[in-house]
């Protein structure tokens, strides 16, 4: 149950068309999921958003499956239950393996449990972690 | 200003100051932050909490900055302001450059936004992110 | 599935059956949802939470339409499936067209990317909006 | 630094000061914490706010320490920083003792841990825990 | 629909399996709910995690019962489905009354409406609220 | 304190120090606030998120004002207190009056609440929401 109707091809306009031929391109599939049919109602956000993943998610700095996990982090913490499913799954493909999925769960769960920690303690930040006073970037 | 007084070595029992030695060691460096002179007003939640971590962040299937960059944005995702601190602090010690930085934070942005917008949209979860029946770990 | 049964108006004690009347005159429709079908264990609050609720949406130095995508905006933030699900569907019969409602979604998608930009890079408030000082309210 | 001034005695109206002297008279203490005055600028909005919080943290079928410890987990996991802090302080007036506080904390590292490896995992509710089924409250 | 297939006893390895029967001793019921299963692709982890679960909720300084409300308090402030319905169903298990359910549900909204006025205020903390000042624990 | 130093315009490199330019341009005052002198050490990622910004927050089917207030709802349940009060200062900038402002408290306070409550009630969603049914965008 969504909060507006998933758009099929047909039902896009020529614009939404153009971005779900681009996704389709990209990934070398003709499925097009659930969340880019959702936007399709908006092509200027459809695009805005398609244009701008590309980017971030590519090849960098960063191995494309470490922005996979990341991804999924931050989906975790936010509650995200499409989100957590669409980039474990993107992350599958892009190589995960069972054991590397274990310790992104075990950081995960760290993170969350000393997060929680920290907040009901309040705990002040150390100088030391100031990259101000550092002159560090 | 915390909801607790922070110990230092000699406030600490000596349960605390065990782990403070060991955190020193594992570290190399006599600096014990914040976040565990709170904890050690219980020495078991203290220990505990330093054995897990220091298991969980240990060198395995994934890199030790991998693992402090999903602590990051698991912190962040959760708005822990001594987290993201430290953790961000932890992962420049482990070799994050700024241009790994920026991308981290390009990825944290982006799926900060992609959450919202598939929150809002109430997406539901396409058939093809079901792990179970693909019958896959 | 719940965590309480929903109670129909049956089921339902003479409290919470005045409050599910009150609903339905207020909104001009025989249909309970399930949010107050399931606060009806509790009339105390059913009753608390709907004449505040009443107060709070009723049109002032806001418009109905407006309060409804604040509604959406925080439910969506929260993650919370239903919220998001009924304040949209309530935006759409006070009004919401669909152009409001892409640019809706924007704002939402945008305003979560900049949060956890800002709560990454852990930004300083600047001095300029402190509202304190400038002695406003 | 706040997003409005926070009103003394003298700045505040004669119905945010009718408040402020219920607050004092509960508390027995002369003293109005931050909170109430940053909301004076709205006297129906502290009227309501208090009024609402006076009956919900009363004693009832729940302990006024249980109330204040389940405020603290709330907070916590919101991210609340103010909010620790006063029901924290609060549930130390109320009787919190140190082992107490140390399980509180112990209990909920433990909820956010769990949270995010459910989350993470999508662990599909079992149907066990449908009280609907079981026709029960 | 998880993220990785709920593994039965046969499925599972003997490490996971040996978890499995801890929890059905310790809850007299032959039972292992979904989360066991989930986690038991990673039977380090799924040990670490119970493990600790079963200490933290021991009966202490706390009752049990209080413990499960904090856990419930937690999760939905988190947004965490899986986790309302089982620590829900845990509670109830323990002894929750229709009454405390209904005050339990009443301080987790409350504490979510003024952690919201708060955080919208950003009202600073009192300096009365300081335990290190106070020099407390 | 950041986690990393704020750039002013001479560390700043060409293309962060345009992108200053055009805020300045723009907002008609000399004054560039933290967030921007935060991203500026990754100068794609501040062009990125300033181009997407303008467009966004531009007039539109949405009043700029009630753009505003989205945002600040938004970070609110996100609580992140740096977005908090710079959307906040924007807002009196564009002619948020106090009866504005303490209804779009009232209402973020009211939508916590309500999430809260929803959440904790596992309340499943009415069909009667369903946009994908009415056929509705």
Redesign the interface.
């Known amino acids: ?6 758009l099929d091809d047909e039902a896009a306009g020529a614009d939404a068309r153009a971005v779900f031929d681009e996704i389709r391109a990209a990934r070398g599939t003709d ?1 097009v ?3 880019w049919r ?2 399709a ?2 092509p ?2 459809l695009r ?2 398609w244009d ?2 590309k ?3 590519a090849p ?3 191995d494309p499956l ?2 996979e ?21 993107a992350a ?1 493909t892009k190589g995960l ?30 100088a ?6 550092r ?3």
């Open positions: 149950m969504a909060t507006v109707a998933l499925y999921n659930n969340f959702a936007l109602h908006d200027t956000l805005a958003t701008r993943l980017d971030v998610m960098g700095a960063l470490v922005k996990m990341i991804y999924v982090a931050v989906s975790t913490a936010n509650g995200c239950s499409y989100c957590v499913h669409s980039h474990t799954a599958k393996t069972d054991a590397q999925h274990g310790e992104l769960l075990a950081v995960i769960g760290m993170a969350m449990q000393t997060n929680g920690l920290v907040t009901a303690l309040q705990v002040p930040v150390d030391a972690f100031d990259a101000e006073a002159g560090a970037g």
